[in-house]
Nanobody
Framework: QVEIVESGGGLVQPGGSLRLSCQAFGSIFAINVMDWYRQGPGKQRELVASISAGGNTYYADTAKGRFTISGDNRLNTVYLQMNSLKPEDTAVYYC?????????WGQGTQVTVSS
């Protein structure tokens, strides 16, 4: 089993920055990919960024140029650096570990972008 815990959310003004953290506990050896998703008010959950154990990254168009995903090569800790935040980035951000044991979700961390 894998447990996922996110942290780092909060209230930030438009144009500001936040860094989200995602820690995996348990059978972390089984993790192949770590994803950041978000779900805004009244919206479907969407993929924001991913990083593989090999270091390959993926970004949704809404994240390109503003967000950076990073992590150690064991993927037991993954970060999402978010810059130039916009009100439309307001959402609950979730981390998901994709592993050979299945997919494991964290509880989410709220990000609110507002003046």
């Amino acid at each position: 089993q894998v447990e996922i815990v996110e942290s780092g959310g909060g209230l930030v003004q438009p144009g500001g920055s936040l860094r989200l953290s995602c820690q995996a506990f348990g059978s972390i050896f089984a993790i192949n990919v770590m994803d950041w998703y978000r779900q805004g008010p009244g919206k479907q959950r969407e993929l924001v960024a991913s990083i593989s154990a090999g270091g390959n990254t993926y970004y949704a168009d809404t994240a390109k140029g503003r967000f950076t995903i990073s992590g150690d090569n064991r993927l037991n800790t993954v970060y999402l650096q978010m810059n130039s935040l916009k009100p439309e980035d307001t959402a609950v951000y979730y981390c998901k570990g994709d592993s050979t044991l299945g997919d494991f979700w964290g509880q989410g961390t709220q990000v609110t972008v507002s003046s």
